[in-house]
């Protein structure tokens, strides 16, 4: 059996470094509030608002370090908050999306495009990914059980040296199958 951790990704942002500048004043870093799932990968302590035509969000997590492009990751529930209709796609991929207002203590920035919904993905490390047959960008299918147990399709495998076995879900596909991050699900293939 594949079992594999499931992770929930609440709403977050990666900013740029010029973005962070802007936001947080020249030479502002980022500092660790927590590590995550993904080696080298933490939620920072500063948080950020974020602007839509519709609604706003007051404190979003920033997730560090800095990204070569900024991108707000949020559930379809958070886009009818915020007014947006991006579409669902792998973190970076991020052209043709819409945009979004960000403010942080030092200033704030319109960026015209960054706003996606998270596809749902496994990270692997390589050596995983090869013991279990699985392709960088395969499509998978992960059952996971319990009183709302159900079958996540087109589950994108990520594989990397560089990652560690994560399975990453929204909150709306967390709370539709009943689950919290460290439960698991069992790859079918």
Same mark, same amino acid.
């Given at each position: 059996?594949?079992?594999? *951790?499931?992770?929930?990704?609440?709403?977050?942002?990666?900013?740029?470094?010029?973005?962070?500048?802007?936001?947080?004043?020249?030479?502002?870093?980022?500092?660790?509030?927590?590590?995550?799932?993904?080696?080298?990968?933490?939620?920072?302590?500063?948080?950020?608002?974020?602007?839509?035509?519709?609604?706003?969000?007051?404190?979003?997590? +920033?997730?560090?370090?800095?990204?070569?492009?900024?991108?707000?990751?949020?559930?379809?529930?958070? #886009?009818?908050?915020?007014?947006?209709?991006?579409?669902?796609?792998?973190?970076?991929?991020?052209?043709?999306? *819409?945009?979004?207002?960000?403010?942080? *203590?030092?200033?704030?920035?319109?960026?015209?495009?960054?706003?996606?919904?998270?596809?749902?993905?496994?990270?692997?490390?390589?050596?995983?990914?090869?013991?279990?047959?699985?392709?960088?960008?395969?499509?998978?299918?992960?059952?996971?059980?319990?009183?709302?147990?159900?079958?996540?399709?087109?589950? +994108?495998?990520?594989?990397?040296?560089?990652?560690?076995?994560?399975?990453?879900?929204?909150?709306?596909?967390?709370?539709? #199958?009943?689950?919290?991050?460290?439960?698991?699900?069992?790859?079918?293939?």
């Amino acid at each position: 059996m594949k079992q594999v *951790p499931i992770g929930v990704s609440a709403r977050h942002i990666h900013l740029s470094k010029e973005h962070i500048a802007a936001l947080f004043g020249e030479g502002a870093e980022l500092t660790v509030l927590k590590p995550l799932s993904q080696p080298g990968q933490f939620a920072a302590n500063e948080t950020v608002e974020v602007i839509g035509p519709k609604g706003r969000f007051p404190k979003v997590r +920033i997730l560090g370090p800095a990204r070569p492009k900024t991108q707000l990751e949020i559930s379809r529930t958070d #886009a009818f908050a915020l007014g947006l209709n991006p579409p669902v796609r792998e973190s970076g991929d991020i052209a043709g999306s *819409p945009g979004i207002t960000i403010v942080g *203590p030092a200033g704030q920035v319109t960026v015209e495009e960054g706003v996606i919904i998270a596809a749902r993905h496994i990270h692997f490390h390589t050596s995983e990914a090869e013991a279990w047959g699985i392709a960088d960008k395969q499509l998978l299918r992960v059952r996971v059980g319990g009183e709302r147990g159900l079958v996540f399709e087109n589950v +994108i495998a990520r594989v990397s040296d560089s990652f560690a076995l994560d399975m990453h879900i929204d909150t709306d596909e967390a709370n539709a #199958a009943g689950l919290k991050t460290g439960d698991t699900g069992e790859i079918l293939d």
